[in-house]
Nanobody, 123 residues
Framework: QVQLVESGGGSVQAGGSLRLSCAAS????????MAWFRQAPGKGREGVAA???????RYADSVKGPFTISRDNAKNTLYLQMNSLKPEDTAMYYC?????????????????WGQGTQVTVSS
């Protein structure tokens, strides 16, 4: 059974940092992309960052610089380091895997999803 379990969310003040983790089990994703998405209340789910097994990364323009995605292939774990957080970063953050091709920041290109971890940034 495939499982993606996110952790590391929480509440921080603007300018703070959080590190999200996503532990995958039941499937080995090899060198394909894994990604982080987020969904704020009343908005669609948007791609934040993606990383393949070779360390090639993609970022949404809104998070370039403050956010860093990485992965440990041996542990089948994906990370998202988020620095200089802003209130507009408040959202549920989801881990995605099982990339089927095309844009790695498009939600339609992933078949496995975690349950999400909440990130709340106060001003």
């Amino acid at each position: 059974q495939v499982q993606l379990v996110e952790s590391g969310g929480g509440s921080v003040q603007a300018g703070g940092s959080l590190r999200l983790s996503c532990a995958a089990s039941g499937y080995t994703y090899g060198n394909s992309y894994m990604a982080w998405f987020r969904q704020a209340p009343g908005k669609g789910r948007e791609g934040v960052a993606a990383c393949d097994g070779h360390g090639i990364t993609r970022y949404a323009d809104s998070v370039k610089g403050p956010f860093t995605i990485s992965r440990d292939n041996a542990k089948n774990t994906l990370y998202l380091q988020m620095n200089s957080l802003k209130p507009e970063d408040t959202a549920m953050y989801y881990c995605a895997a099982g990339w089927v091709g095309n844009s790695p920041l498009s939600r339609s290109n992933y078949i496995h999803w975690g349950q999400g971890t909440q990130v709340t940034v106060s001003s």
